[in-house]
């Protein structure tokens, strides 16, 4: 009883704390460090971006 | 790395006399201090070695940058800038006194190049980045402010008192709804 008082569902406030964390780590990074990971990043994202593009491109055929 | 063979571009562009000094903005330049976001685009800040043109219109044409990268084999144009090495290149003349004063404070970094060589570039300094976000106010920047504050990157006192010259940094707080820090620094 006492323990459903206490317990805020769904408690994700561990999970919270873990983002903080990676967020507080990749602002320690170098420079350098950074703008690698958002290369890779970037390279990563690239087939989802073309995706987006091809997506809006026929709606924009579609509406002219 | 990528981005060292277009900062090793500028670099050239720099000693060729095409641009004068330049500086990294935007949300590149924002990687030096706080979370890195993703970002298709290198925003450089530059200011021109006192074009003829100048003098005579009072306006800055950007067509001797596209000239000389065309001719060192960059002619790809998309959107607003030029693709540089794999970058999305958005240069960016130096229009007001905040962006001179940024130009003439920006930090220096190394990157390295290749497998044993560095390249030098120029950053602008927290404080400045805060300011221009402030200026261009879209989401991004206001979200970009509250980075700087909340990952505690900017010196409070240096942004200070580029704000009171620069900015309207009190307009900001109040719509964010935050304790403005300035009236904490000068307390």
Redesign the interface.
Known sequence: MSRKRETIYPDISDILEEKAGI??R??KRS??E??????A??ER?RPLKEARERRKAARDNTKG | ???ANTVAVLNAMQADGVIGRYAIAGA?AA??????T???DLDVLVAFNDPPQRKVTGLVTLEPIFSFLAGQGYARLEGEGVIIE?WRVQFLPAANALDEEALASADE?A??HGDVGTVRMR?LRPEHLVANCLLVDRLKDQVRIMQFLT?D?VNTEALCGVLARHGKWGEYCAKMRIRNPCDRAHA
């Open positions: 967020r507080r990749l602002q420079f350098q950074k703008v690698e990971a958002m290369e990043l970037r994202l | 790395m990528a981005i590149v990687y030096n201090y706080i979370e890195p993703l970002t298709e794999g970094i990157l390295a950053i990952e990157a």
